[in-house]
Each structure stands twice: as structure tokens, then as C-alpha cells.
């Protein structure tokens, strides 16, 4: 299985950010739902909800998604070296805890014990922030550093390059000049 997903490396590593970006899409179509037409929490859906409200009350579809992600980012993780591998793993670390939360989440929806002594399901960062924003911020956090190690992978170091075992680095990288030349 390792050896095909760093042979597809550059078309998985795509169809997953087509993934994150859509899920993206919907968080920021709820913030402006929240933020800029004012509507009340429950009411911004995000476009999916839109068509299909019982999506977004649905502990299992954000728990498929933080799986999605924590499965996404363990298996493209091999084709990763250097720099970008570091970037990748610190978003797999908090993807990780991410995961977690919505764990949490979960089991508390499927119990109807709810943490904290609290009326609803509730994350433990939920004690300090507000669920949209908490959200909002988790799905930033593992973002930024998976951008920079994308932009890492498809421009290595010479170094880097030479260690790379996936097709996402297309040009062969040439020894640097010697200094002075």
C-alpha cells in the first residue's frame, strides 16, 4: 500500500486538498453566515446544510471528516522528506488532537453523557472557546502547516530532492554551481 500511495503521490496529495478545500469552503460559508448576514448559530449551515440540514447537527459526519483527515494525512505522510516532512507531521500531531475532540464529541452524542455537566456534547477546548470559532481555528491550524509543506515537497533542497522516492518533484534537480562560478 505504501509503495502505490508514493507512486500516486501528486494525484492523492490533490484529490485530498480538493477534500480539505471543500471543507474549508464550508466553515468559511458559516462564518459568513454567522458574521456577515447575522444569522443565529444553529441557522448557518454552510452549503451542505443548506440542502441537507440534519448534516450539520450530525456528530458522526464531523467525526468522518476528522478521520478523513488523520487517515489522509498519516498515509500521504511516507512521500513527504526534509523540511516538508517536519510541516506535515506537526499538521498530523494537531490533526491527531483534532481528531480527538470530535471523538469526544461523538461519544457523548451516542451516550448522551455529556462531559463538563454540560446540556450538549462538548469538547474539551469548548470549555474556552465557542464551537464555530474553535473549529474554525483547529481547521487553521492544520492547514498552515500542511500549505507550507506542500509548497516544500514540490520545491525540495537539492538534498531534499535526492531523498524523494514520490513523483511529486517532477524536474530532476541539478548540483548547485559552485559558489563564485
Do not use: D
Request: proline share 6%.
Amino acid at each position: 500500500m505504501r509503495t502505490k500511495v508514493v507512486q500516486h503521490h501528486r494525484a492523492l496529495l490533490n484529490l485530498f486538498l480538493i477534500v480539505v478545500i471543500g471543507h474549508w469552503t464550508e466553515h468559511l460559508v458559516q462564518a459568513y453566515q454567522i458574521w456577515g448576514l447575522g444569522r443565529p448559530v444553529p441557522k448557518a449551515r454552510g452549503v451542505l446544510g443548506e440542502f441537507y440540514p440534519w448534516l450539520i447537527t450530525s456528530e458522526w459526519l464531523h467525526y468522518g471528516y476528522a478521520i478523513v483527515m488523520l487517515i489522509g494525512l498519516f498515509l500521504l505522510r511516507p512521500g513527504f522528506v526534509g523540511r516538508a516532512r517536519t510541516w506535515w507531521n506537526i499538521s498530523l500531531g494537531i490533526q491527531f488532537w483534532h481528531h480527538i475532540e470530535h471523538l469526544l464529541l461523538l461519544l457523548q452524542a451516542q451516550t448522551g453523557h455529556f462531559l463538563f455537566g454540560r446540556a450538549a456534547p462538548t469538547s474539551i477546548l469548548q470549555l474556552v472557546f465557542a464551537r464555530v470559532e474553535l473549529h474554525l481555528f483547529y481547521n487553521t491550524i492544520v492547514f498552515i502547516p500542511m500549505v507550507v509543506a506542500m509548497y516544500l515537497h514540490l520545491r525540495p533542497s537539492p538534498e531534499e530532492a535526492h531523498e524523494m522516492t514520490c513523483s511529486c518533484h517532477a524536474v530532476e534537480h541539478r548540483p548547485l554551481a559552485p559558489t563564485g562560478a
